[in-house]
Structure formats: C-alpha cells, structure tokens
C-alpha cells in the first residue's frame, strides 16, 4: 500500500512538471463523464469502507463530454480521496453529476472538519496545506488540488471550494462545458498551419452543397460553431437566437433543414417544433427538424421525437456524425 502510495506521489509531481513545462496534453475523445466518476469511486472504496464512510453517489447516466477519460478519472479521484482523508470516521460524502443544457456539473460533498474561509482562496495552489506543521495526521504533498484545478482548466471547466467553515464540510464542485460539436485532433478547423485534408473521416465525410440548414441556439457562441461546422461540409447555413426568430426564418427562408437546441429562454425547443408542424407545408411546416441538446437518453429523445423532431443528437457530436444527420434529413424531403 505504501509502495502504491508512493507510485502515485510522484506520478503527481510528474504532472506537476509538466503542467509547469505545458506539456501537460489531454487525449480527447467522446466520454461518459459517469464512467470517470464510477472508476474513481471504486478506486477510493476501500479506503472509505476502513474508515466507515459511507459514499452515496447519484450520478445518473449519458452524461457525454468531449474530454480525457484518465484525465477526468484523475481529477474524481482526487475529489473523492480527500473526501476521504478528510473525513473522520464514519461520516458520509456525497456525491453528484448533473447536467444542463450545455454544462456537466459535479459535485463532491463530506462532512469532514471543512475550509477556514482564510484558506479557501489557497486552496487550489501547489503545496498548499491547511495543516502544514510536520506532526500534522495526513498524507499528501498539497498537489493534488492544483492538478485538478489545471486539468478542469484544460478541459474548459471551472472548479470551486464551498465550506460554511470549520467543523461544517466542504463541497467541491467542477463544472465541465459540453461542446455541441466536439471536434477531435483530426477534425479541427483548418487553419493556416493545419491543412484542411487530414484524416480519413474528412474526405469519406458527406456534401452539404446547397444544403440551407437554419441554426437555433440562444448562445452565440453555439451558433458560430455549428455555422462553421456545417459551412465546412459546404451547407449554406443561417442562424438564429430565438424560437420567435426561427419560425419566421422557416416560414420565409425555407430551410432544407432545421438544427435546434432544446433548452432556450422564452420559449424552448419543443414549443418550437410543435409551432413549426402547425403551419401549411407551404409555409414549410414539414421542414425536417433535429434537436440537438445534452439532455440525452431515452426518454428525451421520445419527448423530442414526440413535438415533432425527426431526430434527437446528443451533445456532443463529431463533426461527421452531425453533417451525416443533415444531409439523411436533407435527402427524406426530396424524397417526398
Ligand atoms: N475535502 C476536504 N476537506 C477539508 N480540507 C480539504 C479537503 N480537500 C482538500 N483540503 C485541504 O486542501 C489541502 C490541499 O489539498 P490537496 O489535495 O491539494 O493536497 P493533499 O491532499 O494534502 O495532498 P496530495 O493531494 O498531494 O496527496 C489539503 O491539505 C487540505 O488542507
Ligand atoms: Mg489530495
């Protein structure tokens, strides 16, 4: 154990001259962020059933993101051994995944001595130890937090430090975006230094030429992405903020396509759809639709399919995957 203890001691100063050197690089890919929370509690179960601790974790499933599966692990695993150091015998700690519409949110919750508020805005740097004294009970170099707030960053995210102070707990919470389209190594952008065909999965990717696809999403940032994306395929691509602003551009662009996000404010992706397949097929009321959003699972997909959506994609999505989508949304029309 202590051989294993010390393995893992100075892989952790490993990462830390990395980090420093920034050669610290993620390996992205599509991950359940479930499946990282799942390895970590079993790796940090036994040492909780020796003190007695008793982990509760709801962390439901489908709860994809682009990121670094070891990566991810690595920063649950930390979050879950300090519950666990920190904690004293026979106390509880919580933990949580959820989802909005375009973040994960996980939370890790103990009932151990918590954070002197002084110390909180330390606590994510190198080295940092609420106890520092040599006589002090626990293990560890202070790198681990520093690790996981550099990886969070990596990985787009944020993590914070909740405690009501000594004696009450402390609550650790990481929020991850989730890209809706994620873009893998061979499937960034081109730029001036990254030509444009590389990979396989580009030169099999289908044609969008002449395709109109209407873009909804409340985030700007959203619609900039997908714009690009879907013009890289060769779509003509339009995009709009609003459910109020989709229906019209339907009614007077009329789009091929339709690409909408489900969770908007004002009026969501479902009153959406429903409003579309109410007006005359003349005023496109048939235009093929796709909600794309993070709430996956089945019974989302039933309820999107059932407003009126011909298709459910889950964030996120390749590239590939996505113009596939449109272009076999595209072709069922012409086929009608
Ligand atoms: N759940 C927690 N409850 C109370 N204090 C915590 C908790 N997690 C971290 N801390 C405080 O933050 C400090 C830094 O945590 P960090 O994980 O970086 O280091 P460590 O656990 O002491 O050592 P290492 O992770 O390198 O083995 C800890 O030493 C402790 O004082
Ligand atoms: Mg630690």
Not at 4 to 27: C, F, H, W
Not at 72 to 96: I, M, Y
Not at 212 to 239: I, K, P
Request: proline share 6%; glycine share 10%.
């Amino acid at each position: 154990r202590n051989a294993r203890a010390q393995a893992s001691l100075a892989e952790d100063v490993l990462d830390v001259s990395r980090i420093i050197s920034g050669k610290l690089r993620l390996a992205m890919r599509r991950v359940d962020l479930v499946d990282s929370v799942r390895a970590a509690l079993d790796a940090v179960r036994p040492a909780a059933q020796a003190k007695g601790i008793d982990i509760d974790a709801v962390v439901g499933s489908d709860m994809l993101l682009m990121g670094d599966p070891d990566r991810l692990q690595q920063v649950c695993w930390n979050l879950l051994s300090n519950a666990v150091k920190f904690t004293p015998d026979g106390g509880r700690v919580e933990v949580r995944v959820l989802r909005t519409d375009s973040q994960l949110e996980m939370r890790v919750r103990d009932t151990g001595p918590g954070i002197a508020p002084e110390f909180l805005p330390q606590l994510f740097e190198r080295f940092r130890q609420a106890d520092s004294s040599t006589t002090r009970q626990h293990r560890g170099l202070g790198l681990g937090l520093a690790i996981v707030r550099h990886l969070v960053e990596l990985h787009g995210g944020r993590v914070s430090a909740e405690s009501a102070g000594p004696g009450s707990g402390a609550t650790f919470v990481v929020r991850l975006p989730v890209s809706p389209v994620g873009l893998t190594v061979e499937e960034e952008p081109a730029g001036p230094d990254r030509p444009a065909a590389v990979g396989a999965a580009r030169r099999e990717a289908p044609r969008l030429t002449g395709i109109r696809v209407l873009v909804v999403d409340d985030e700007a940032d959203v619609r900039d992405l997908l714009e690009q994306v879907l013009g890289r395929f060769g779509a003509e691509v339009r995009t709009v903020g609003s459910a109020q602003a989709a229906l019209d551009a339907v009614q007077q662009w009329r789009p091929d396509v339709m690409l909408g996000d489900i969770g908007m404010p004002n009026e969501d992706g479902y009153t959406l759809i429903r409003r579309v397949r109410t007006l005359p097929p003349e005023k496109g009321g048939l235009t093929p639709a796709a909600a794309l959003t993070a709430y996956g699972g089945e019974e989302n997909r039933m309820r999107a399919l059932a407003a009126g959506y011909q298709l459910h994609l889950a964030k996120p999505i390749l590239p590939h995957e996505l113009a596939e989508a449109v272009s076999g949304l595209a072709l069922s029309t012409r086929a009608r």
